[in-house]
């Protein structure tokens, strides 16, 4: 059974940078099916879509996060990880990690299909 | 970006009642729309996936169907653990968005 879960600092000071790491057990992230994702919740909102990763390391990131967004791979310990920079209150949140599947490619289609527990991260001084 | 938009944003039912909620994008996603289940504290969990194909092990009471601009995601017959919040979302195009959710409260 595939599973999936965050880890990382739970409180970041403003225009510090956010780093998480998502720890994938049951399976490889060098699979070529799959893509690798992160999404967040602030609390008591919806969800929104951060970015994900291929095992090529080829990255996808929602361009609302204007170019603080940096996610990898690490194969050797099976994980990948998320950094956010120049974070503000607004970036308060729960962060989860996700596997995305059935994708058509990079830009179309799929599903996530197994989510991590989630993480809140409190940006504050 | 693509904004999709759910209605109702929450609702009240009782056990036993069939329930639909509406998925509306802003523009043709085909059928590259996918629907969540979220319970408090919980992550997401996914039901429903190109529009109308039942994720592995979930109930043969939730359905999907609609492709272009509307969807719906229908339960026939709630069930006490299926008070949650509810979410679609498209896979048509980056970024991938969300609709705003749909809470479900028992009556």
């Known amino acids: 059974q595939l599973q999936l879960q965050e880890s990382g600092p739970g409180l970041v000071k403003p225009s510090g940078t956010l780093s998480l790491t998502c720890t994938v057990s049951g399976g490889s992230i060098s699979s070529s099916t799959y893509y690798w994702g992160w999404i967040r919740q602030p609390p008591g909102k919806g969800l929104e879509w951060i970015g994900s990763?291929?095992?090529?390391?080829?990255?996808y990131y929602n361009p609302s996060l204007k170019g603080r967004v940096t996610i990898s791979l690490d194969t050797s310990k099976n994980q990948f990880s998320l950094q956010l920079s120049s974070v503000t209150a607004a970036d308060t949140a729960v962060y989860y990690c996700?596997?995305?599947?059935?994708?058509?490619?990079?830009?179309?289609?799929?599903?996530?299909?197994?989510w991590g527990q989630g993480t809140l991260v409190t940006v504050s001084s | 970006d693509i904004q999709m938009t759910q209605s109702p944003s929450s609702l009240s039912a009782s056990v036993g009642d069939r329930v639909t909620i509406t998925c509306r994008a802003s523009q043709s996603i085909s059928s590259f729309l996918n629907w969540y289940q979220q319970k408090l504290g919980k992550a997401p969990k996914l039901l429903i996936y190109a529009a109308s194909s039942l994720q592995s092990g979930v109930p043969s009471r939730f359905s999907g169907s609609g492709s272009g601009t509307d969807f719906t995601l229908t339960i026939s017959s709630l069930q006490p653990e299926d008070f949650a919040t509810y979410y679609c979302?498209?896979?048509?195009?980056?970024?991938?968005?969300f609709g705003q959710g749909t809470k479900l409260e028992i009556k």
């Open positions: 979302q498209q896979s048509y195009s980056t970024p991938s968005t």
């Open positions: 996700a596997r995305r599947g059935r994708a058509s490619n990079p830009q179309l289609g799929g599903d996530f299909d197994y």
């Open positions: 990763i291929y095992y090529s390391w080829s990255t």
